[in-house]
Nanobody, 123 residues
Framework: QLVESGGGSVQAGGSLILSCAAG????????MGWFRQRPGKDREGVAVLWIGGATTSYADSVKGRFIITRDKAKDLVYLQMNDLRPEDTAMYYC???????????????????WGQGTQVTVS
């Protein structure tokens, strides 16, 4: 089970750190990542991480502002979000999958399992 935490409300320019308790997923899947669904839009990839090699991929809209990391000892995956903008307002989902990266310019993951999501609101 993937369990997200750390969402909330923040003013534009602020920061938040999302956490995902990944548990057994870090041993059975190759990739972890964060996706989001903004109001009225489809779910989109934000940042993904290959567990073995720590290779990361980011959506263009968050490059330079968001950082995905993993705490191996605690089986946690984080999304550090800086310089937040109103357009970052979304439900953020943690995901675990088989492969991940940027495919045709889009951050994506194969065979993802999803967490329940955590809401981020930027005003």
């Amino acid at each position: 089970q993937l369990v997200e935490s750390g969402g909330g409300s923040v003013q534009a320019g602020g920061s938040l750190i999302l956490s995902c308790a990944a548990g057994r997923y870090t041993y059975k899947r190759n990739c972890m990542g964060w996706f989001r669904q903004r109001p009225g839009k489809d779910r989109e990839g934000v940042a993904v991480l290959w567990i073995g090699g720590a290779t990361t991929s980011y959506a263009d809209s968050v490059k330079g502002r968001f950082i995905i990391t993993r705490d191996k000892a605690k089986d946690l995956v984080y999304l550090q979000m800086n310089d937040l903008r109103p357009e970052d307002t979304a439900m953020y989902y943690c995901a675990a999958g088989d492969t991940c990266g940027t495919f045709r310019g889009v951050v994506d993951m194969t065979r993802p399992d999803w967490g329940q999501g955590t809401q981020v609101t930027v005003s």
